[in-house]
């Protein structure tokens, strides 16, 4: 059986290991006072209800097992994940976007769980943090989107330091005490970090050496430059993780560059996004495959004219849960290649 396939088999067991553990772990001790990005937030006791504006805040709380006390949701790239269909069933979408503040507030909420700044923080689209503490509700910022990067500059913000894959970890253990289930944090912190130990192991031992990528997010408009992960970014830390070196050096998260600066870099490999979101024509990954076998630029790329094309969801390029789920693929993708250069 694949390793890949084995662990996804020990992440419940893992789980319901750490949920019979649950009593004799250390339990939070209440009132429990948060740093999170700037902010101190402190709890009297585990929120019963929380909204989430994010795909990885959400799927985050369903792995946690705390589903039920999801009041609302909105901002989402991909379907949810098959294993939390039934309870993402249950859960209202105030919007696949930005929801408005009323809608949230309206909610009630005790927690808002925001994956994005822009989302929610000083020029936030929902509101300000201190909209929300106002009202006596508490917020959570994802440390994958303040930890060294400065959001107010750039439309997605720029890295002042390489993404850390710990701001992930982090966000899941901060998440757990607060919500006073530590024991599961750690069993899910123990699966993403051996799965992306085995994703690295794979493609080192394949041997294959410069290995070079760009990875193409979306666009505003496919007739103009397209938005590409960045060096430092969630995406960009990805691929030189796993031993592939980013074309794109800009430490924007995601700055537009243009194709023929991307022809010329050749990359052994181009990486592409599937969402569900519509803002723009090239959301659709299908629109983006057509352009660049069709495209007089991209058409003589390498990689075009070999398939060597690899399609990822957009929430594993960010900051989740999925993170993972993405190294995977993109580890498979580079075994494909060993097998064409034998």
């Not at 705390?66 to 309870?87: E, H, I, M, S, Y």
Request: proline share 5%; charged share 25%.
């Amino acid at each position: 059986m694949p390793a890949r396939t084995t662990l996804r088999l020990a992440l419940p067991a893992l789980l319901a290991a750490a949920f019979c553990a649950a009593p004799l772990a250390h339990a939070t001790s209440y009132p429990l006072t948060v740093e999170n990005c700037g902010y101190q937030q402190t709890f009297k006791q585990a929120p019963t209800s929380v909204v989430t504006i994010g795909q990885a805040g959400t799927e985050m709380l369903y792995a946690l097992g705390l589903g039920d006390k999801v009041a609302g949701t909105a901002l989402w790239f991909n379907p949810v994940q098959p294993r939390f269909k039934a309870v993402n069933d249950k859960v209202p979408r105030l919007a696949d976007n930005d929801p408005s503040f009323e809608a949230v507030i309206g909610k009630r909420p005790q927690l808002v769980v925001s994956q994005f700044e822009w989302m929610v923080g000083k020029e936030g689209v929902v509101g300000k943090r201190e909209q929300f503490h106002d009202l006596g509700i508490a917020t959570y910022a994802m440390p994958s989107d303040c930890e060294g990067k400065d959001n107010l500059s750039g439309a997605d913000g720029t890295r002042t330091a390489k993404y850390d894959v710990n701001a992930l970890y982090k966000s899941v253990r901060q998440l757990a005490q607060i919500f006073n289930v530590e024991a599961r944090g750690e069993a899910l912190v123990k699966d993403l970090t051996e799965r992306q130990a085995q994703a690295v192991a794979k493609v080192k031992a394949t041997g294959l050496k410069d290995l070079s990528a760009a990875l193409w997010f979306s666009s505003a408009d496919l007739a103009i430059d397209p938005y590409m992960a960045g060096a430092k970014g969630v995406a960009g830390t990805m691929m030189q993780t796993l031993g592939l070196r980013n074309v794109v050096t800009s430490a924007e998260e995601w700055p537009t560059v243009g194709w023929e600066t991307i022809a010329k870099a050749n990359p052994s490999v181009l990486l592409i996004a599937r969402m569900d979101r519509r803002r723009f024509p090239a959301d659709d990954h299908v629109k983006k495959l057509e352009f660049l076998k069709s495209d007089p630029v991209t058409k003589h790329m390498d990689a075009v004219k070999n398939n060597r094309i690899v399609i990822v969801d957009a929430d594993a390029l960010q900051g989740s849960i999925r993170m993972v789920d993405g190294m995977e693929q993109i580890a498979d993708a580079v075994l494909k290649l060993q097998a064409a250069a034998k």
